[in-house]
């Protein structure tokens, strides 16, 4: 029956609430939010509409803060109430509801717990997310287009918002390259620690001999800036070049040159977006994600050296961050964490919580240890 057990079980759970609530300070995201809606209901609020974007997002993304924590916190009480309930009426079916709800909010609560570790400058940030194929012919190709669904699948499940800007698919078949957006509070502080090379390993179904294959790919994560971060680019230092968006096999997309390429002399840096109809809408997108990779790259070069900024995963041997075996044995396994888990196929359909979660307390850690 319901007993000490589920009694330090609430208690411990509420304890770790306060400390988070403590941390993400309610009162000021409140107080906040009260501003925010002044604004809001401002009449000439969207005279000036990237401000207005900027309010509106930063609204959005605060009460849904808000409203996580608040709710998670209802669930709480209402899960004490139903103890008492159950021990009152020594009800074994409402015990076991009991049960099986603290385990939900232990996870909720957790996952929460991992949010407040996020607090790097840009961590509250949209993300941009490019995923490039590396060694291992067309397994590569496929291997990135299989972790690409990964990342999509992984955003759907949670209700992100996403935008793919531009894939440049493979001739046989997956992808050489693709660029996307995840829209959500803290997307980019979350999937930066998804950025690194990923192996594959397994039965190659484009191999007729049906030989074991080890293939890679290279995943990029960069926040998506606002109006006020200033990253100037001469025009002496970009090329435009225009072209015809294409699907896959070559398929023509568009029937005209709408898809714009830019190119960053200096850097190298390469930004394709074929996504809409109009090249100056293309264009405009492009310059984003060229900013937002500019930066990234400025903000490494105050640590590294020139060949490290670029920040080109080699994307081969000696390089992997994770490791994903199909054959001769089922495993997804973390490099950096030794976080694993025995189902790939789960994995690979979007349930990366674990693996990011791990990651995020792992670089925690590391920051911790370093600068102590």
């Known amino acids: ?3 000490p057990d589920f009694s330090e079980r609430i208690k411990q759970l509420g304890s ?10 309610l009162d000021s995201m409140r107080a906040e939010i009260a501003d925010l809606g002044e604004q809001v209901a401002a009449p000439d609020l969207w005279g000036d509409q990237a401000n207005a974007q900027r309010v509106t997002g930063r609204l959005s993304a605060l009460q849904s803060e808000v409203d996580r924590v608040s709710a998670i916190r209802s669930r709480l ?5 139903l103890v008492e309930l159950a021990q009152e ?3 074994d079916s409402a015990v076991q509801e009991a049960d099986v709800e603290l385990d939900r909010l232990a996870k909720s609560i957790e996952a929460l717990e991992v949010r407040t570790l996020l607090s790097g400058e840009y961590d509250e940030r949209d993300a941009l997310v490019t995923i ?27 209700g992100h918002g996403m935008e793919v800007y531009d894939t440049s698919y493979a001739e046989e ?3 050489k390259s693709a660029t996307f957006a995840v829209r959500a509070p803290y997307a980019y502080g979350t999937l930066s620690v998804e950025q690194g090379t990923h192996r594959l390993v397994r039965i190659s179904p484009f191999d007729n001999q049906g030989r074991r294959q080890t293939s890679f790919a290279a995943v990029e994560v960069v926040p998506v800036l606002e109006q006020t971060d200033e990253i100037d680019i001469p025009e002496e230092d970009l090329r435009v070049d225009v072209f015809r968006s294409s699907g896959p ?5 568009n029937t005209t040159d709408s898809a714009v390429r830019l190119t ?16 100056l809408q293309n264009k405009n997108t492009a310059m984003v994600i060229l900013k937002a990779k500019l930066l990234a790259l400025k903000r490494v070069e105050e640590k590294a050296t020139l060949d490290e900024i670029r920040g080109d995963v080699a994307a081969s041997w000696g390089d992997q961050m994770r490791n994903y075996v199909l054959n001769p044995y089922q495993m997804v396994k973390d490099l950096r964490t030794e976080h694993e888990e025995g189902n790939p196929t789960s994995v690979l359909d979007g349930e990366i919580d674990n693996f990011i979660e791990a990651g995020i307390r792992w670089r925690r850690a590391g920051v911790g240890a370093s600068s102590s």
């Open 249 to 253: 096999g070559g398929q023509s997309v």
């Open 264 to 279: 960053h002399l200096p850097t190298g840096l390469v930004v394709a977006v074929q996504n809409e109809k109009s090249q």
């Open 173 to 175: 078949a997956g992808i």
């Open 132 to 158: 490039r194929s590396g060694a291992g012919g067309v397994d590569a190709a496929d291997w990135a287009e299989m972790l690409m669904r990964m990342y999509l699948r992984w955003a759907e499940r949670h």
């Open 1 to 3: 029956m319901a007993g």
């Open 77 to 81: 009480d209402d899960v004490e109430v």
């Open 16 to 25: 770790t609430l306060t400390s988070i609530e403590r941390v993400l300070d």
């Open 89 to 91: 009426e020594s009800d």
